[in-house]
């Protein structure tokens, strides 16, 4: 495979996943907006622009921080890099360049997910927000389906491993922002606004479900982080994506022969992942732990375009 | 021109209740279908196209920069023996030009004989020095040529333009096939089509056919396009996937003591035979254009040492010269040794003298087009050419005649098409693509008829508005069975 190809793949599998994950986080934020009195509104969609590291370039627009402004800014915003028809353009962009790697149903799904915003302008109201935001939902899934009737490839298995990288920062990002910055002055731990905001998190990486599964004590944020953290059966958490990655970067060295630093760190993330208690990993600050995490992802990705040869 | 009606390919040349014998159940297949129905299924087709992203990029028109081509729903029809008429032409004509690329880069015993006057080769811009004396792995040039037809009447057919540099389309004659089997199976129960879709094996064995020695091993084929931006990306893109090869860009070529790599994740692999959609021009900064970013520097000096072989061979410009056509007869008899089975479109070089005179003093009757022009841009179609139009050319034929030829304005056949008040006549062409191979030339059966939506017009060119048709060639009939005939009434 073409070295040029392999990072046109890799990133397309982080682009759609982060769309995706934009995506969750409106839907999740315009419920939670609706939910709450209105000065809970207005911090829910400051905290969305920060889990996408978004609010400086909001604040440079002078906008109110409100549903539609902000909700416009991460969908439709042309004008800057961190809007979901960016992310959907550079995907389409990559896979453009690299069809012939795809199939029909995987390039279409693309495609499609890109027409559904040409030439819109406004995401309008809640209503159509969410009817937008689940449109791009449901086309990233599309897509994800279409990929995994791919061959069992290079091509697949870049794919996925761009998306697995992707969606390990985006979790421990939402996880960051939500615990720290988000709970209103004045409001109390477990009072209906930190309720709400659990709810939020769980919604974005769809586990409100495996939640009530796996603990039955109603709502508590240190089940959230051990769900997100250590459960490797939700495919969101940190530690499932950990595990995939470890998994893909096999399958690719088992196809390509290449194998290197990228598979050492992975391994070495996973030893640890398997001791961490989310108890712990609370008492002694999740903040350190999520910033760690992050930064570790970023050295992951630089040795995967290095052993890949990604030019 | 004038009150006579232009042949249809369909109803010839009486109207719509009298069809082409062969093509009754053509007409009645329109009589029948609804038109609100044909309609729909158009629109259906269009819609997949878009979202299969089969788009052309039109330069220069922002808004645009992502537009399908007009997909017309009516095919057009080849009978049999037509399509085997046509096709010894067309293999007379392209084993002529590459006799004739050969001998011009070679021994030039044509220009030694007088043929054609030698300066209007060697000074042509498109004749290219820097290949002179190559010989290209298997002596093959033009691999893959795009002949331009148009057709006046039942038996006369006229090459108007030879397409041997990188002709595109293909993809579109393939992906009309699609649409049309997918939104009109009936059509392909009454009549008995030639299929198209092998088109991609072709190519890919002509490929293979013209690799230098590789030892016995599977020659390394790709498809080298300039990126993504490029108007016809989609078509490389879609050739490179039904081939099942590498798509690469300049970037990902690496030349190394004359061998041409590819850089993959698993480190170079040595490339065997570049089918590149990139022109001359931009092919290798070192021996063309030097402020190209697009190419692969020492590329050639790859191909000069017989390292790797290019689709279509550099210098093939030559060939396709406006100013060269006019001659093609005349080459086609001193290589063939006989008479060119299709005429050129009489053609006035305007570089003489008497010529000039004529073509000044008919400009509202002929079509006028720049040697080196090509999309339909820098043309001027003289009987719908205004006023001004036909003085703006009148200087400029003045000034440099040299850069013009002139054709009489042809009443080009037209088909049946979907316009805004229903069916109406609108005039085409039709582009076959021919084959080359160490193997033989081969040509297959169907091709590219391009459309000119607006009503009288005759300039078809896809950044001109225009739109496309599958074209239908009949297989020979089994056993007397009338082609494309169900019961004929009365």
């Known amino acids: 495979m073409l070295s040029r190809t392999a990072a046109a793949l890799y990133w397309l ?82 896979a453009r360049a690299v069809r012939t790697a795809l199939t029909r149903e995987a390039w279409t799904a693309i495609n499609r997910l890109w027409l559904l915003f040409a030439h ?89 479900t495996a939640y009530r599964w796996l603990y039955s004590e109603g709502l508590k944020p240190a089940n959230v982080i051990d769900l997100l953290v250590c459960h490797a059966e939700l495919p969101r958490s940190l530690a499932s994506c950990v595990e995939e990655v470890v998994e893909l970067l096999n399958a690719l060295a088992k196809r390509t022969g290449l194998q290197g630093e990228a598979d050492r760190m992975a391994r070495g993330r996973i030893a640890r992942m398997q001791k961490t208690r989310s108890h712990e990993v609370i008492v002694s600050g999740l903040h350190e732990y999520l910033e760690a995490f992050i930064r570790e992802n970023a050295m992951l990705d630089a040795a995967i375009a290095r052993q890949f040869r990604f030019i | 021109m004038g009150a006579r009606r232009a042949f249809d390919e369909i109803w010839g040349h009486g109207g719509p209740d009298k069809p082409r014998a062969e093509f009754t159940a053509l007409s009645e297949w329109i009589a029948e279908t609804p038109q609100s129905e044909l309609h729909r299924r158009q629109q259906a087709a269009e819609a997949t196209f878009r979202q299969l992203g089969i788009t052309f990029a039109v330069y220069g028109d922002s808004d645009a920069s992502e ?84 057709r006046t009447g039942p038996d006369e057919f006229w090459v108007l333009e030879d397409n041997a540099r990188t002709p595109s389309g293909v993809s579109y004659m393939l992906e009309n096939r699609e649409a049309m089997i997918r939104l009109c199976p009936e059509l392909f129960r009454s009549f008995r089509v030639a299929a198209v879709d092998s088109y991609s094996d072709m190519l890919r064995e002509t490929m293979r056919s013209v690799a230098p020695d590789t030892r016995g091993g599977v020659p390394v084929c790709v498809v080298l396009t300039p990126g993504h931006f490029n108007s016809a990306y989609y078509e490389h893109s879609f050739l490179a996937d039904t081939m099942g090869i590498e798509l690469v860009e300049a970037a990902d070529l690496v030349v190394d003591d004359d061998v041409v790599y590819m850089q993959t994740i698993a480190g170079r692999v040595k490339v065997d035979v570049i089918y590149r959609r990139i022109d001359d021009d931009f092919l290798d900064p070192l021996v063309f254009r030097p402020d190209s970013l697009l190419g692969v520097p020492g590329i050639i000096s790859a191909y000069r040492a017989g390292n790797v072989a290019l689709i279509n061979a550099p210098g093939n410009g030559i060939a396709d010269d406006k100013a060269i056509y006019s001659y093609m007869p005349d080459i086609v008899k001193f290589y063939s040794g006989s008479a060119a089975k299709l005429p050129n479109v009489e053609t006035w070089r305007c570089r003489e003298p008497q010529a000039l005179k004529y073509v000044l003093e008919h400009l509202d009757e002929v079509v006028v087009k720049l040697v080196d022009g090509s999309g339909g841009y820098g043309m001027l179609v003289g009987p719908t050419a205004s006023k001004a139009e036909i003085e703006a050319f009148r200087a400029a034929l003045k000034a440099e005649p040299h850069r013009y030829i ?41 091709g590219l008829t391009r459309v000119a939506l607006k009503e009288g017009s005759l300039v078809v060119n896809s950044s001109q508005g225009g739109g496309t048709k599958d074209s239908f060639v009949l297989l020979p009939d089994r056993q007397g069975q009338k082609q494309g005939q169900t019961q004929v009434q009365g």
């Open chain 2, 67 to 150: 537009r399908i081509i007009p997909f017309d729903i009516v095919p057009r029809i080849f009978l049999h023996d037509e399509w085997q008429r046509l096709s010894e032409g067309l293999v007379q004509r392209v084993e002529a030009i590459n006799a004739f690329l050969e001998d011009i880069y070679g021994e030039r015993r044509i220009l030694k004989e007088g043929v054609l006057p030698a300066e209007l080769v060697l000074r042509n811009p498109q004749f290219r020095p820097e290949v002179a004396g190559i010989r290209p792995p298997h002596g093959i040039w033009a691999h893959i040529c795009g002949i331009d037809l148009v």
């Open chain 1, 120 to 208: 819109r302008t406004s995401p309008g109201g809640a209503a159509s927000t969410l009817n937008l935001v689940e449109g791009v939902m449901a086309e990233a899934r599309g897509f994800e389906g279409a990929v995994h009737r791919m061959m069992r490839n290079e091509a697949t298995l870049l794919i996925q491993l761009g998306a697995a990288i992707e969606r390990a920062d985006n979790t421990a990002r939402l996880l960051d922002v939500k615990y720290h910055l988000l709970l209103p002055e004045g409001e109390q731990v477990g009072g209906v606004v930190d309720r709400d905001q659990w709810t939020t998190i769980l919604q974005t990486v769809s586990a409100v």
């Open chain 2, 406 to 446: 002139a054709q009489p304005t042809l009443a080009l056949s037209t088909v049946p098409t979907m316009t805004e008040t229903g069916l109406a006549p609108r005039h085409v062409d039709f582009r076959p693509f021919v084959l080359s191979g160490s193997d033989g030339v081969r040509v297959v059966p169907g």
């Open chain 1, 13 to 94: 599998g982080r682009y759609v996943e982060r769309a995706d994950f934009t995506a969750r986080l409106v839907e999740a934020t315009v419920r939670l907006d609706a939910l709450s009195a209105s000065p809970a509104g207005e911090a829910a969609w400051a905290s969305a622009l920060s889990v996408t590291y978004n609010e400086e370039a909001f604040a440079a627009t002078g906008q109110s921080v409100s549903q539609q402004p902000v909700a416009r800014f991460l969908t439709l915003d042309m004008t800057h890099p961190g809007s979901i028809i960016r992310y959907l353009e550079q995907a389409r962009n990559n």
